[in-house]
């Protein structure tokens, strides 16, 4: 894997943060980069400690794994400075010189919009007006900011050299493809193309440079804030399943709907996936919980992991059956 890109198939919280800590642990990762912002939290279950990361690249876990935040990375300078603390990185991460930064007038601006706020349901950390200042080319950049004069650094030329001399990189793509700008379910989306060409250019990388780009798909759908979900059910309905959940970053209630197989296709064609993820697959099974091995699963949950390859053409290599980062079914050679 020199160079992989991790991408979230739905409307985010696949565990994609879940399926970074295993591939940092697993394959020693050299770098990752996290692109995106902080609307985002990416879940880490490690030895026992729970981390919901909105900044730091969720491969933290690998002591050896360089952290950087791509050009295209918006930054909210408190957030990232806790959680470098909270991690422990202060001596392997770093910040793009031209990242940019939110203001706290961002989440005030967000929180006031009656239209974000109301009908699109953002997570009002300011991410969206963030982005409006830096496309009216009047945003700070992480550059002019004092606090972040020890990370600096410039992201494409650190990742693009690692690759050269053949070091395994990993870009962390945050969201998922239904929430996307440009490809998502408009107008409830977020700020930014989420797609896997878009985490590539947020990073700095081509797309020649790319060796595997892996969807991870949860084993049913969840959503925050509105739009649309097909085969939506009730919170009773999902606290019968054991698929109710809340958020991670804003905890607000996470609503919930069966795994859609035209969903996953359109998914993996517009990432132009190569791989899958599939987690918590021990929810939507129960008999499966702590699974090492494909063997070891149930039938009719070996029927569903077929279902998707089958319908989307590429293999599930990696099956989630509990949340730490080490509960994982490998089938990758
Ligand atoms: P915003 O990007 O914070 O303005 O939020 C816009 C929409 O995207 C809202 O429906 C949010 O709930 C959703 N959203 C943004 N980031 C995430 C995420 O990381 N996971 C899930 N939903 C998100
Ligand atoms: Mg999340």
Redesign the pocket.
């Given at each position: 894997m020199p160079c992989t890109v991790i991408v979230g198939a739905f409307?985010?919280?696949e565990g994609k943060g879940k399926i970074i800590s295993y591939l940092a642990l697993k394959d020693k990762l050299d770098v990752c980069v996290r692109t995106g912002s902080v609307?985002?939290?990416h879940t880490v279950w490690y030895k026992g400690n729970r981390y919901a990361l909105h900044m730091v690249p969720a491969a933290f876990v690998y002591e050896k794994c360089r952290l950087l935040i791509g050009a295209g990375s918006n930054i909210e300078v408190k957030q990232l400075l806790e959680e470098i603390d909270q991690t422990n990185t202060k001596n392997r991460i770093g910040v793009d010189n031209q990242a940019s930064i939110i203001e706290e007038k961002h989440a005030i601006q967000?929180k006031a919009n009656a239209h974000?706020k109301q009908v699109?349901?953002?997570?009002?950390?300011g991410?969206?007006p963030a982005i409006e200042e830096r496309v009216r080319r009047t945003a700070k950049l992480a550059k002019d900011i004092l606090e972040l004069k020890p990370y600096l650094t410039d992201v494409s030329e650190e990742v693009n050299n690692a690759m050269d001399i053949g070091k395994k990189v990993l870009l962390e793509g945050?969201?998922g493809l239904l929430?996307s700008l440009y490809h998502g379910t408009y107008p409830?989306?977020?700020?930014r193309d989420t797609s896997a060409a878009a985490i590539c250019s947020e990073a700095g990388v081509g797309p020649t440079k790319v060796d595997e780009v892996l969807i991870v798909f949860k084993s049913f759908m969840t959503?925050?804030?509105?739009?649309p979900l097909p085969g939506e059910i009730t919170k009773e309905e999902a606290i019968k399943r054991g698929w109710f959940e809340t958020?991670a970053?804003t905890g607000r209630d996470r609503r919930s709907a069966p795994f859609n197989f035209e969903l996953a296709k359109k998914a993996v064609t517009l990432n132009g996936a190569t791989q899958a993820a599939v987690t918590k697959l021990d929810i939507l099974f129960p008999t499966c919980k702590g699974a090492k091995t494909y063997d070891d699963l149930p039938k009719d949950a070996k029927q569903f992991i077929k279902e998707i390859e089958k319908q989307t053409s590429i293999p599930v290599v990696l099956i989630g059956t509990g949340p730490e980062a080490l509960d994982i079914i490998d089938r990758r050679k």
């Open positions: 409307w985010g919280d609307n985002a939290a967000d974000l699109v349901g953002t997570t009002g950390r991410v969206g945050t969201q929430l409830y989306v977020t700020g959503r925050v804030g509105a739009g958020a970053g």
